[in-house]
Antibody, heavy 122, light 106 residues
Framework: QVQLQESGPGLVKPSQTLSLTCTVSGGSINNGDYYWSWVRQPPGKGLEWIGCIYYTGSTFYNPSLKSRISISSDTSKNQISLRLTSVTAADTAVYYC??????????????WGQGTMVTVSS | SYELTQPPSVSVSPGQTVSITCSGDKLGDRFASWYQQKSGQSPVLVISQDTKRPSGIPERFSGSNSGNTATLTISGTQAMDEADYYCQAWDRLTAVFGGGTKLTVL
């Protein structure tokens, strides 16, 4: 059974860089059937897709965040990483790692991590 | 950018059927997915590719998508179905979520 686990600091200062890691267990991220994505959810609000990465290293980002985000992978550690620069209070959210089933094209996000809360505050 | 619109809230009595809609320009030309999120929990995929139920999702959950509207239908709604529901579609390899619908089972 594949499991996804997010990790990273729970508190980030304004203007600094938020860095999170998603560790995948029970399956390899080096699998062409899946994309690996990040989704966030501000307190009391809806889901916002951040971006995703394919096993080839190709990345796809939310246009509204594209200038500030970077998603990468480390196949030796079976991890996906997210970097979000120049954070503000608006970036305070629960950040989820999720798997996207994509045999021919992206379908649903069929597996989610438990999420990690990140607060941006001085 | 592509947008999906959902009603903020819907209510239903136990045992009844409820439908939650998701509207977007020519949404029927894309595949829609639906997610259930209970309070304090991670989202769970309940419908993918308009009509497919992942393993473990009860048969009372069904989906359709045509024209500008995708619909999630829950038949014989149970108290445990009370949750927020989100639709999602892909726009040129970027995912778009609807704003979410809070389902209350009265």
């Amino acid at each position: 059974q594949v499991q996804l686990q997010e990790s990273g600091p729970g508190l980030v200062k304004p203007s600094q860089t938020l860095s999170l890691t998603c560790t995948v267990s029970g399956g390899s991220i080096n699998n062409g059937d899946y994309y690996w994505s990040w989704v966030r959810q501000p307190p009391g609000k809806g889901l916002e897709w951040i971006g995703c990465i394919y096993y080839t290293g190709s990345t796809f980002y939310n246009p509204s965040l594209k200038s500030r985000i970077s998603i990468s992978s480390d196949t030796s550690k079976n991890q996906i990483s997210l970097r979000l620069t120049s954070v503000t209070a608006a970036d305070t959210a629960v950040y989820y790692c999720a798997r996207v089933y994509a045999v021919t094209s992206p379908e649903g996000l069929d597996m989610w991590g438990q999420g990690t809360m990140v607060t941006v505050s001085s | 950018s592509y947008e999906l619109t959902q009603p903020p809230s819907v209510s239903v009595s136990p045992g009844q059927t409820v439908s939650i809609t998701c509207s977007g320009d020519k949404l029927g030309d894309r595949f829609a997915s639906w997610y259930q999120q209970k309070s304090g929990q991670s989202p769970v995929l309940v419908i993918s590719q308009d009509t497919k139920r992942p393993s473990g999702i009860p048969e009372r959950f069904s989906g359709s998508n045509s024209g500008n509207t995708a619909t999630l239908t829950i038949s014989g709604t149970q108290a445990m179905d009370e949750a927020d529901y989100y639709c999602q579609a892909w726009d040129r390899l970027t995912a778009v979520f609807g704003g979410g619908t809070k389902l209350t089972v009265l």
